[in-house]
Nanobody
Framework: QVQFVESGGGLVQPGGSLRLSCAASGRDFSWWDMGWHRQAPGKQRELVATITSRESTGYIDSVKGRFTISRDNANNLVYLQMNSLKPDDTAVYYC????????????WGQGTQVTVSA
């Protein structure tokens, strides 16, 4: 059974930082692409950052230079370091996995809430 458990969210002032963690279980995800997604109130979930099994990374334009995705394959962990946070980053953040030829898995965790507010 695949499971994703996200943690590390919280309330932070604009300009602050947070580090999100995701513990993935149920498979060996070391050869899977991993991704962080977010869903803001009233908006659709969007993909924020990805990291391949070879640790090639990708980001949406709005977080480039501020967010860094990384992974620990030995422990099936994925991280998202978020710096210079803005109110627009407020959302519930989720992680997920996909292979190079498939969609993101249908299994979603509960996510972790990130609120950026003064």
């Amino acid at each position: 059974q695949v499971q994703f458990v996200e943690s590390g969210g919280g309330l932070v002032q604009p300009g602050g930082s947070l580090r999100l963690s995701c513990a993935a279980s149920g498979r060996d995800f070391s050869w899977w692409d991993m991704g962080w997604h977010r869903q803001a109130p009233g908006k659709q979930r969007e993909l924020v950052a990805t990291i391949t099994s070879r640790e090639s990374t990708g980001y949406i334009d709005s977080v480039k230079g501020r967010f860094t995705i990384s992974r620990d394959n030995a422990n099936n962990l994925v991280y998202l370091q978020m710096n210079s946070l803005k109110p627009d980053d407020t959302a519930v953040y989720y992680c997920n996995a996909r292979t190079s030829y498939s969609a993101w898995l249908p299994d979603w965790g509960q996510g972790t809430q990130v609120t950026v507010s003064a």
